[in-house]
C-alpha cells in the first residue's frame, strides 16, 4: 500500500490544522491503554483490528436478525442505537473544542471528519478542501473493506448520523452541509470517495434521505 493519505495523529497541510484543538474520544480508556497495554513487549496491535472486526460483525448480524424476526419496528430500535451511539462519539469529539480565529466553516467541516475517519473508524484519509463551500476525501484503507459487503456499510451511515446531529445540535458549524459517497471500497472502487457540500436551504438531507431507502431495502430482502 502506498504510503499517502494520513492517520491519527498525522498533520494536514493547512496551516489552521494544527492551530485547531478537537477532542480525543474515550480519553480515559486510551490513557489506561497507552500506560498498561502498549508498553507490553508481548502487545500485538493486529489484535486490536480482530477485536473491532469482531463487533463489527456483531453489530451487522444484530440488524440483520431484527429485520428478519421484527421488521420495522426493530429495524427502527437498532437505528436508534446506533444513531444514538454516533451520536455520543460526535459530542466527545467536540469536548473542549478550540476553534482558531479565521478558521473557516469549511475548513473546520473537514477538519471534524478528519477526526471522525482516522479515530471512529481507524482509517487512512486523503482529505481535500475543493473550495469555500465544498471539501471531499478519499478513504484509502478502511479496517472494514475486507469483511463488509457493500450493502453491510449502511450500518457506518446510522453512526454517522448520529455524529451529523451532534455537530448539528452543538452549533459548532455555521451551516449545514450535504454528506455523500461517490464510490467504496466494498462495491469494487479504488477508495471510498465522499463528497460534503454546503447544504442550501430548505433542501432536503441526502445521507438521511439514502439510509431510509437503504432501510426499506433491507426490509423488502
Same mark, same amino acid.
Given at each position: 500500500?502506498?504510503?499517502?493519505? *494520513? ?12 492551530? &485547531?484543538?478537537? #477532542?480525543?474520544?474515550?480519553?480515559? $480508556? ?27 460483525? /456483531?453489530? *451487522?448480524?444484530?440488524? %440483520?436478525?431484527?429485520? =428478519? =424476526? +421484527?421488521?420495522?419496528? #426493530?429495524?427502527?430500535?437498532? *437505528? ?16 473542549? *473544542? ?34 469555500? $463551500? %465544498?471539501?471531499?476525501?478519499? @478513504? @484509502?484503507? !478502511?479496517?472494514? %473493506?475486507? @469483511?463488509?459487503?457493500?450493502?453491510? !456499510?449502511?450500518? %457506518? ?5 448520529? @455524529? ?6 452543538? #452549533?459548532? +458549524? ?12 466494498? $462495491?469494487? /472502487? ?6 460534503? &457540500? ?14 431510509? /431507502?437503504? #432501510?426499506?431495502? $433491507?426490509?423488502?430482502?
Amino acid at each position: 500500500m502506498d504510503e499517502k493519505g *494520513i492517520l491519527k495523529g498525522n498533520n494536514r497541510k493547512e496551516a489552521m490544522w494544527n492551530k &485547531t484543538k478537537l #477532542g480525543e474520544p474515550f480519553k480515559k $480508556a486510551l490513557e489506561r491503554f497507552k500506560e498498561k497495554v502498549i508498553p507490553r513487549s508481548d502487545f500485538d496491535p493486529t489484535s486490536l483490528l480482530q477485536f473491532g472486526l469482531f463487533m463489527s460483525m /456483531a453489530v *451487522i448480524n444484530i440488524l %440483520q436478525e431484527v429485520e =428478519k =424476526k +421484527l421488521g420495522d419496528e #426493530g429495524q427502527k430500535v437498532v *437505528i436508534d442505537a446506533l444513531i444514538k451511539t454516533g451520536y455520543t462519539m460526535g459530542n466527545q469529539i467536540l469536548e473542549n *473544542i478550540k476553534i482558531p480565529a479565521g478558521i473557516s466553516d469549511i475548513e473546520l467541516m473537514s477538519f471534524l471528519v478528519t477526526i471522525v475517519n482516522t479515530q471512529a473508524w481507524t482509517s487512512i484519509e486523503d482529505p481535500r478542501i475543493d473550495n469555500e $463551500a %465544498q471539501c471531499s476525501f478519499d @478513504i @484509502i484503507w !478502511c479496517p472494514l %473493506q475486507d @469483511i463488509y459487503k457493500a450493502f453491510d !456499510c449502511r450500518v %457506518q451511515r446510522y453512526l454517522v448520523q448520529g @455524529i451529523i446531529n451532534s455537530f448539528r445540535d452543538s #452549533g459548532v +458549524l455555521q451551516y449545514e452541509y450535504q454528506i455523500e459517497f461517490k464510490s467504496t471500497i466494498p $462495491a469494487g /472502487a479504488e477508495t471510498c470517495l465522499f463528497q460534503i &457540500t454546503k447544504k442550501n436551504p430548505n433542501e432536503k438531507d441526502r445521507w438521511e434521505e439514502y439510509s431510509k /431507502a437503504l #432501510g426499506k431495502k $433491507a426490509l423488502e430482502k
